[in-house]
């Protein structure tokens, strides 16, 4: 009986008698580390360790008493005897911010300058989010020329740096009346011309426009569309966004200070407790201890929110 032409091929590709072969192993491939990685990690850990140096030299500082810091000289080191709290209660208690008006002067203290700056931060983070999420949808999923436009517009002004910008944002606010108004300070973050535009732009990108089909099938509207599915798919990146800019914005003390001096924050109340020579902060570790006081926030977001945070913001589909 002859052998077909398969079993024919088969037993000439059939591996030798007592030697089994062995399944292959679906492995990642080995990474190069080259010397462009090695160079890089040294950097790294070089930036790194001066950032924990600077950090913990201020912690140490502002745990010493003030007198012996400046008399003694004790700068470096582990001053046992000199540890003390009083440089934080001194912070709280006298940090303020002076408000002069009319009226007379308004003395703002450390508790509404945390509430000032919560504000501030969490409305103006949470707007512009919002605004370069939906500009970015806009462009990606309803292609126009006007959305070629855009998109080329916000690689222009992320290139082109804007200076200058504090007059002209202050007489617009004047004109339309909401100069010194929480108001103009949200309506004037509702910008989108950020980095964070690119990373929206190419998320949505990566979706399927059949989502929005099969529900424009079942009666959903436009908004409907963008809110009730699009939205949802990039909660993550949106809320890794919103986090960076509310860090952002808790650190920042100029635009407040010159467009909202009536809501000083906490920002601005560390640069003018740096410049103030009241004798309460006058020391040096008091006025670390303010920097300090005003890191906690950021701080406690950076530890429950490290892996979001310190994650890539990447662009990807759906899994199936």
């Not at 062995?22 to 990474?31: H, L, Q, S, T, V």
């Not at 090695?38 to 007198?67: E, N, P, Q, R, Y």
Request: charged share 15%; glycine share 6%; net charge positive.
């Amino acid at each position: 009986m002859e052998l077909s032409v398969n079993e024919k091929n088969e037993r000439q590709n059939a591996a030798p008698e007592g030697k089994e072969e062995k399944p292959r192993r679906a492995g990642k491939p080995k990474e190069k580390f080259g010397v462009f990685n090695v160079v890089l990690l040294v950097f790294l850990c070089l930036f790194s360790f001066v950032l924990f140096v600077v950090i913990f030299w201020s912690l140490i500082a502002s745990l010493t008493d003030g007198t012996m810091y400046e008399i003694e000289g004790v700068k470096y080191g582990f001053p046992i005897q000199y540890f003390t709290l009083d440089n934080y209660i001194n912070a709280y208690i006298n940090l303020k911010v002076t408000i002069s008006s009319a009226q007379g002067n308004t003395e703002v203290y450390t508790l509404q300058l945390l509430f000032n700056s919560l504000v501030y931060a969490v409305g103006s983070s949470l707007i512009m989010t919002f605004v370069t999420c939906t500009m970015a949808y806009l462009s990606a999923k309803y292609p126009f020329r006007l959305s070629k436009i855009i998109y080329n517009v916000v690689i222009v002004v992320m290139i082109i740096p804007i200076v200058g910008e504090l007059p002209s944002m202050s007489r617009m606010l004047t004109y339309v009346g909401l100069y010194n108004n929480i108001v103009g300070m949200y309506l004037m973050r509702a910008g989108f011309t950020n980095m964070y535009f690119l990373v929206f732009y190419a998320t949505f990108k990566s979706v399927s426009w059949s989502y929005g089909e099969s529900a424009f099938m079942d009666g959903a509207s436009h908004l409907r569309v963008y809110v009730s599915i699009f939205l949802p798919l990039v909660k993550s990146i949106f809320f890794t966004v919103f986090l960076l800019n509310f860090i952002v914005f808790w650190n920042e003390y100029q635009i407040p200070m010159v467009l909202l001096p009536s809501m000083p924050t906490i920002a601005q109340g560390v640069y003018e407790a740096k410049l103030s020579y009241d004798i309460a902060l006058a020391f040096t570790p008091s006025k670390i201890a303010v920097g300090m006081l005003v890191c906690v926030p950021t701080l406690v977001l950076f530890v429950v929110f490290n892996k979001r945070l310190m994650g890539n913001l990447s662009a990807g589909g759906l899994k199936g």
